[in-house]
Nanobody, 124 residues
């Protein structure tokens, strides 16, 4: 059974950093396209970033570009989201998502597997 578990969320101040983790089980990480999404109350789930199965390509939303970085450690079967220079607008539940193959990586509808999410709150 495929399972994704996020961790690392918390309460921080504007300008601080957080490093989120997503541990995968049921499938090896190198077989999965991985995406990060976030959802604030009353808003739709939005794309944050993506990393290819090989790890050779990453893509980020405009809001994350230059501040967020996605990395994967296949030996630990874990993908990371490093978030720097956090803003109050980044406050949301952050979700890790995966599928065995995705072309339109920015759409949450194209991911089969999802974690339960981890809360990130950034105060002013």
């Amino acid at each position: 059974q495929v399972r994704l578990v996020e961790s690392g969320g918390g309460l921080v101040q504007a300008g601080d950093s957080l490093r989120l983790s997503c541990a995968a089980s049921g499938l090896t990480l190198n077989s999965l396209t991985m995406g990060w999404f976030r959802q604030a109350p009353g808003k739709e789930r939005e794309f944050v970033g993506h990393i290819s199965r090989s790890g050779g390509a990453t893509n980020y939303a405009d809001s994350a570009q230059g501040r967020f970085t996605i990395e994967r450690d296949n030996a630990k079967n874990t993908v990371f989201l490093q978030m720097n220079s956090l803003k109050p607008e980044d406050t949301a539940v952050y979700y890790c998502a995966a599928d065995t193959g995705i072309y339109l990586y920015y759409s949450p509808r194209n991911y089969k597997y999802w974690g339960q999410g981890t809360q990130v709150t950034v105060s002013s």
